[in-house]
């Protein structure tokens, strides 16, 4: 379960993160750090290209109070790419009132951490940056590091919940040039009512067209997540998956109906919410494969009602056959209950066995009075033979 990118433990920081960030219209965050003195609240920091200081560039301060953002001071880098810059008063996250910097490198927008609390005013506060590389025409091949997709049946369609967390692992900021796109990813066929989700960068250059998930806004080194819902008629279909998956986790929400999955191991049920299992299925370092789901067949078997008919009408003609072949036993007690009778107890039994498997919530005393009058029943039958 520690791949599982629904474990909103883990995920929910970086979704509130991204949430400010696409609501403000800002780029990316790294680490949150910051810096105190007597005379005020100084933001002290350092921008740095990969593993090295920037070295030229201009640090803007950004306030984001009550949903709304401005731009308070500017600052240039010195040589080894730190800066100070002057706070009117420490964050309140009580109000919401959040300060952070950026910077433009490359034609890149780079942000650090939002600051909202005021222990954050500590030590550095520092910006990543990267260098920039064009991606492919066709776009960048980047392996997916987790994957996870949500089958649930909302009583009409299937409701999917794709989250699919794409690696750069090119240590530059990938770009596109225009009109291009930097990097796509299949979708499952047939799908509609595509909706973007949550995303850890801003919403403008990532768009869904003809089944395909394509991101035009620079994508910088490491994971970003994006989350895709759809709709599907039927969960019987294929996941493409092109390139490398590290983690594919595969999830139906019960009840559904009986299925195989090729492609994926089957792993025992998982709660994610109270009361609400899923099937999970789960594959590692999967190569330009795809996860096919199809209908399982269910080897036929006759409902316990129409069981229990024929068991009648096999005893039925038992009986009639003993009758016809020994006159004396006709006139026994055993012979006296008429066969009409039998039948009628078996098929008492059949909606005695329906009922209680149609009602949920039992009592035990409930259950000790059908276990009685369902072994009273029995007794009726087998006293006719």
């Not at 649930?152 to 967390?165: N, S």
């Not at 919410?273 to 999970?280: A, D, M, N, V």
């Not at 078996?346 to 276990?371: C, G, M, N, P």
């Given at each position: ?322 009758l016809n072949r020994d006159p004396i036993r006709a006139n026994t007690r055993g012979a006296a209950v008429n066969l009409g009778d039998r039948e009628s107890m078996i098929h008492r039994i059949a909606v005695l ?33």
């Amino acid at each position: 379960m520690v791949a599982l990118l629904l474990d909103h433990w883990r995920y929910a920081g970086r979704f509130a993160l991204a949430s400010l960030l696409i609501t403000t219209g800002l780029f990316m965050a790294t680490s949150t750090v910051f810096a105190q003195s007597g005379q005020g609240t100084l933001l002290r920091g350092q921008a740095l290209l990969g593993n090295e200081a920037l070295t030229s560039g201009t640090v803007v301060l950004h306030h984001l109070i009550g949903g709304t953002q401005g731009e308070l001071d500017s600052v240039s880098l010195g040589t080894d790419g730190t800066f100070s810059l002057t706070l009117p008063n420490p964050p309140d996250p009580a109000i919401r009132d959040i300060y952070l910097a950026s910077i433009r490198h490359d034609g890149v927008l780079y942000f650090g951490t939002p600051l909202t609390e005021p222990e954050h005013l500590d030590s550095i506060y520092r910006i990543q940056t990267y260098d920039t590389a064009f991606a492919p025409s066709g776009g960048a091949d980047l392996p997916i590091e987790i994957r996870n997709v949500f089958f649930e049946f909302d009583g009409d369609r299937w409701h999917i919940t794709d989250l699919i967390e794409v690696y750069n692992e090119t240590g530059r900021t990938l770009v596109s040039e225009d009109p291009g796109f930097i990097w796509s990813y299949p979708l499952i066929p047939g799908a509609t009512d595509f909706e973007l989700g949550q995303a850890e960068m801003s919403p403008e250059n990532i768009s869904l067209e003809a089944g395909q998930l394509l991101i035009r806004t620079p994508l910088p080194p490491g994971e970003r997540l994006f989350v895709v819902t759809y709709k599907l008629d039927e969960p019987f279909v294929s996941i493409p998956m092109p390139g490398l998956t590290t983690v594919m986790e595969l999830l139906v929400r019960e009840p559904a109906p009986p299925m195989i999955v090729e492609g994926l191991d089957s792993f025992p049920r998982v709660e994610l919410e109270p009361g609400t299992t899923y099937r999970r299925y789960s594959g590692n370092n999967l190569t330009g494969s795809s996860i096919n789901l199809s209908e399982a067949k269910i080897p036929f078997e006759l409902p316990v009602s129409w069981m229990s008919l024929i068991l009648g009408v096999v005893l039925g003609g038992a009986a009639l056959f003993l009758l016809n072949r020994d006159p004396i036993r006709a006139n026994t007690r055993g012979a006296a209950v008429n066969l009409g009778d039998r039948e009628s107890m078996i098929h008492r039994i059949a909606v005695l066995d329906e009922t209680f498997k149609s009602q949920e919530d039992w009592s035990e005393r409930e259950h000790e009075e059908y276990l009685m009058e369902r072994a009273k029943l029995l007794q009726r039958v087998r006293g006719t033979d």
